[in-house]
């Protein structure tokens, strides 16, 4: 053995690991391989990785002998630029580069790791351990200045810590399986990747996955995965930031809570087609999440509520059936249009599947006013009424308009004038209730109820004749023919006579000319004309309500909304 160079650490010669044990055949093979630039297997390697017990002389590596190549090895042992390949190793002991700076890749694929691998801020240029299975990784702080590959059959039984993690290229994990139940799978807690995350096409983590104010400048793609910790949070993103889209659909699924209250995405928050599970509490918490683009929610399947508490996001794109189970948080939602219904039924619906309280005691009306602006931008003006309309109903069912003079006002204000959205409404109520009265006038004019108010005509000898229906052998005074008034007086007309009363700026002479004849010449009570004339002075009354509602709503006088 030569002598020990004096300027190299221990563990940066080779001759340090020979001193502990001579390298096997295998670990030579590993050594020539690296300084050639050649990937390393075991001799009739089948592609698959080791079992648990399967370490033999033909495919078992000392962690120490990797971190001398990753490290560069020595002069007598030197490294390829290709890195340390190594496929279908079992690697015993701890593979430690904390603090490590590796001058070359790690490739270390379907291989079986014994213990942790410990790469705590450590400086890689490329980490791949696609397809091996690790009972964890502590790698806090790591930097990478490619990609990290942890997919095609990576498996760890423990947590995979990157917390703090720069990977400069993409984090691919599809295909893999993270499991450490009852806790954390992956931690990426304020990790920068400038690429993209790959957690897809068969990813599956059992227990917690954390990626909170994780930053990635790419996508973050879980297409075809699943996540599970039941009754807990299933992946956690909370403050991450995307400047691209998210993708938690085609066959995505999370039985438990999928978190990404305060996150940013820069383009979509796509969740079409997933399934998130979590009964009788929070599935889907994205409360104060940034969406510049579109959050799409058509076809998802949710079993638990929604929370979108002061969520802005551009395009709301969804469906009737993602929403029905209720209990949903939408106060302080903003978007900007949506796409699916837009017919004011299915979106009363929508808003009231939020959670009881918030339509109730604890009444939260920027929902309904959000929909309401939402639906006018985008040329739904009838639709928008609609909801504003819902709106008020929901505000009296909710006990905010209290005591039963306000209640009854704001029922009546709603049933006269849509709580002025629908002044066609009024009108109509002036025109059925014109109606109605000129038709009980028409029956008090056959009945002889009616009267000139002028003591000149009743007192005229022409007329002596003339009288009210309760005097016997008395021609009634609505009687034209037999009882013709004077050229200049009005003729007494049941339909303009109810006009006149309802209309309270306009004169048509009716109710100056004619009244209801309330006694007769003997002072008996005629309750027909009394009956007339509670008729005349509803109707002025109403009249005048109705008009003045009219003006308020028209010279928008009054906050419809």
Known sequence: MTERPANLP????????????????????????????????????????????????TNSVRADLIRFLALGGDSDHPVHEEGVKLHGGYISGTL????????????????????KPVLTLAQLPELALSGSKVPGIHAEGMVVRSGVFLSHGFEATGEVRLLGAQIGGNLQCSKCKFTNKDGIALGADGMVV??????????????????????????????????INKDRIALGTDRMVVKGSVFLDDGFEAIGEVRLPGAQIGGDLACSNGKFAN??????????ISVMGGMFLRDATIIGAVDLTAAKI???????????????????????????PTDAASRINWLETQQPDQLGEDFKPQPWEQLIKVLRDMGHPNEAAEVAMAKQRALRKAGVIKGWPRKALHSLYGGLAGYGHRPIWTAGWMVLVCCLCSLAYYCGRIDGLF???????????????????????????????????????TTFQPFFYSLDLILPLVDLQQERDWSPIVTNEKGETLWGGRLLRWFMWFEILFGWMASLMLVAVLGRLVDKD
């Not at 010669?13 to 030579?28: I, P, Q, T, V």
């Not at 093979?29 to 009739?44: D, I, M, Q, R, Y």
């Not at 059992?206 to 297409?223: E, F, P």
């Not at 551009?314 to 699916?340: A, E, K, M, P």
């Open 314 to 340: 551009g395009t709301l794109v969804d469906d009737v059936n993602c929403w029905q189970s209720g209990g949903h948080l939408f106060d302080g939602l903003h978007y900007d249009r949506i796409i699916g």
């Open 96 to 115: 430690s580069l904390h603090q490590a700076r590796a001058t070359v890749k790690l490739d270390l694929k379907q291989c079986y790791f014994v213990t």
């Open 10 to 57: 221990h563990g940066r010669w080779l001759g340090d690991l020979e001193a502990e044990r001579s390298l096997s055949a295998f670990e030579k093979a590993l050594v020539a391989a690296c300084a050639a630039g050649k990937p390393c297997t075991p001799e009739g390697w089948n592609g698959t990785r080791p079992a648990v017990d399967a370490a033999s002389e």
């Open 451 to 489: 009267g000139p108010t002028s003591p000149i005509i009743q007192t005229s000898p022409a007329l002596v004749a003339c009288g009210d229906g309760g005097t016997m052998d008395r021609i009634y005074w609505t009687d034209s023919q037999n009882c013709p008034m004077p050229p200049e007086y």
């Open 279 to 288: 009964k009788d509490s929070v599935a889907l918490s994205a409360n104060g």
């Open 194 to 227: 400038k690429g993209s995350m790959f957690m897809r096409d068969g990813f599956e983590a059992t227990g917690l996955v954390r990626l909170v104010g994780a930053q990635i400048a790419g996508n973050l793609s879980c297409k075809n995965s699943k996540f």
